[in-house]
């Protein structure tokens, strides 16, 4: 078997490590610098934000005190601070 693979193979996984470069650079967003309490936000998913009140609620029913207020707070401006880019980008566009 190993007799019968030639050259071309290389080329193959060559083109394949550039193709692939490629997306990485251009389709992979950055997160040098994010927050893990951002990266859902970044790849499109705000799991982070509904997890944190879940877990407010549930510590509020349970009768703790400050539990992840601070947390939520902070989900909370983040949410104000994007729907206001939001609605720069729109402003923006349609000027």
């Known amino acids: 078997m190993l007799k019968s693979i030639t050259f071309g ?3 193959f996984f060559l083109a394949f490590c550039v193709i692939l470069f490629f997306w990485v650079l251009f389709a992979v967003p950055e997160t040098r610098g994010v927050p893990i309490e951002e990266m859902d936000k970044l790849f499109g998913r705000n799991a982070g934000d ?6 407010a609620g ?3 029913t349970l009768g703790f005190e400050n539990g992840h207020a601070a947390a ?3 989900a909370d401006a ?4 994007e729907a206001a880019i939001c609605v720069e ?7």
């Open 78 to 81: 983040i949410d104000a601070k």
């Open 50 to 55: 509904e997890d944190l009140r879940r877990i």
């Open 72 to 74: 939520l707070e902070k």
């Open 89 to 95: 980008e729109r402003s923006s566009a349609s000027s």
């Open 9 to 11: 193979a290389f080329y």
């Open 58 to 60: 549930i510590q509020q």
